[in-house]
């Protein structure tokens, strides 16, 4: 079993939608959830960091279940510009480095 | 809009050249990572410096040789690679000491390396 899984898409919603990623990981002990996103041929940007509690950043949510060891992300009223892949990153433990999951890849269509 | 950059943004070499890589960052950060990305793949860790010191090598080839001259500089040398090494190679910084941290890392915007 992957460490971090994600569904790979793509997803293809009209703009103004909301759509939600899921993404699951299997150790138990991680203690560090990111969302980044990448747009095609650059680098991994930084979108939020997912707390225990859930947090929000204008139209996105991120939230985390540590009993079902997944986390999700949110996107209200979906922009043109949100188009991109989507990676859920975990840190599984004390001193292991970040893992990454394979990427879900969003494109809105105008 | 990186604070993480990173040169040549392309390289084109042969198998027989020697090239460098370089990436800098100014965030005081202490931390330095160097990852490869193939299309339509996440990240791969290469390599993760910590207080400039090498702390992980994910059995990468001898064909790349790191260097981490100060708390602001990460080289990546290259010599001999072959054509499967061509990808985008990222450098990537965080704050704390690399693998004690639940800071995010940050990333330059990549070089984009060929191997003819």
């Known amino acids: 079993r992957k460490e971090v899984e994600q569904d790979p898409g793509p997803f293809n919603v009209p703009e103004g939608a909301t759509v939600a990623f899921n993404c699951t990981y299997s150790?138990?002990?991680?203690?560090?959830f990111f969302w980044y996103r990448q747009d095609c041929r650059k680098e991994p940007k930084l979108l939020m960091s997912v707390y225990s509690s859930g947090n929000e950043d204008g139209r996105f949510t991120a939230q985390l279940n540590r009993a079902s060891q997944y986390i999700s992300l949110l996107i209200r009223d979906s922009k043109l510009s949100d188009s991109a892949t989507y990676l859920c990153v975990v840190k599984p433990g004390s001193a292991r480095q970040l893992t990454f999951g394979s990427g879900t890849q969003l494109t809105v269509l105008p | 809009d990186t604070e993480v950059t990173q040169t040549p943004k392309h390289l084109v070499m042969g198998m027989t050249n020697k090239k460098s890589l370089k990436c800098e960052q100014h965030m005081g950060h202490r931390a330095m990572y160097w990852y490869k990305q193939k299309a339509k793949k996440p990240p791969e860790l290469m390599f993760v410096?910590?207080?400039?010191?090498?702390?992980i090598n994910e059995s990468v080839p001898s064909r790349f040789s790191p260097e981490c001259p100060n708390s602001s500089l990460l080289n990546l040398h290259l010599h001999a690679l072959q054509p499967e090494d061509s990808a985008l190679y990222l450098c990537a910084s965080s704050q704390d000491a690399a693998g004690l941290s639940n800071q995010p890392q940050h990333f330059g915007d990549g070089t984009r390396l060929s191997i003819l």
């Open positions: 410096y910590s207080y400039e010191k090498l702390s």
């Open positions: 150790n138990s002990a991680s203690q560090s």
